[in-house]
């Protein structure tokens, strides 16, 4: 019989240090067994008991196990995804109130697990989602918006990296919900365009020239050099374009015989 969760595959590393190619392949619970349990609890009790942030981080990254929450890997990095595990790493830091802001989140619907950071002041929330490279980061940035709108918190932007690492921890209170729900809505914001700089060109044409091949040649030539697009945009082209019965450059084209 296959147990609850164990469908959720990931990669397992030793430590940051190491983490470019896995080290072996974990599961949702036997995540939640190293981090209940203190399988690396001397650890994290090390490092909650340092107060020079360079030697915090300097444990973090050598003696910490991780893994790549939302899938196995080849190596780490988004192009050599093996198999999106449906899952995605919420991280929450530097908290002033923990226990409340812990009791709130276990509470909601998409919380699947929860427990205490590495470091002791923050949360880490696993949420499951669509297993899907194509909408990881519409789902990541739905969440943020999620989590700012419903409970005002501000969730690390650095998690929608789906090759992210996520260091276990110690807590013997962590959460878990198998029946979580899954999070399946997208967000992506809009892109405000930029208006583009217009090109000053220096470049000047015989207009008394006779060729008009030689007049288009040195048109086009001169516009490809100076990267000018003379359509206003292909859908605004199309739009705005009327045949005529007989030649007319366009006013950009005519700026550049001067």
Request: glycine letters at 2%; one cysteine or more; aromatic letters at 10%.
């Amino acid at each position: 019989m296959q147990l609850i969760n164990t469908e959720h595959s990931f990669s397992f590393y030793n430590n940051l240090l190491s983490a470019k190619e896995p080290d072996n392949e974990f599961d949702i619970n036997q995540l939640i067994e190293v981090i209940r349990y203190g399988y690396i609890k001397n650890e994290i009790q090390s490092l909650r008991g340092l107060n020079d942030k360079q030697e915090k981080n300097r444990l973090k990254q050598s003696k910490l196990p991780c893994v790549t929450l939302s899938g196995t890997f080849e190596k780490r990095n988004k192009h050599h995804l093996q198999e999106h595990s449906g899952l995605i790493q919420i991280d929450i830091d530097d908290l002033e109130d923990y226990d409340a802001v812990f009791n709130t989140l276990i509470l909601d619907v998409y919380t699947f697990v929860a427990f205490r950071s590495p470091s002791g002041n923050g949360i880490k929330l696993v949420v499951k989602i669509n297993p899907s490279i194509d909408t990881h980061l519409e789902q990541f940035l739905s969440l943020e918006k999620y989590y700012l709108d419903e409970y005002n918190i501000e969730i690390d932007s650095a998690c929608k990296d789906i090759a992210r690492c996520m260091l276990l921890s110690y807590d013997p209170n962590i959460y878990c919900n198998p029946f979580s729900d899954v999070y399946a809505e997208l967000y992506m914001p809009e892109i405000k365009e930029t208006p583009e700089k217009h090109h000053k060109v220096n470049y000047k044409i015989d207009v008394n020239s006779n060729n008009a091949i030689d007049i288009i040649e040195n048109l086009s030539s001169e516009i490809e050099r100076n990267n000018i697009d003379i359509t206003d945009g292909y859908i605004n082209w199309i739009r705005k374009t009327t045949v005529k019965n007989h030649f007319r450059l366009p006013t950009m084209l005519t700026s550049l015989i001067r």
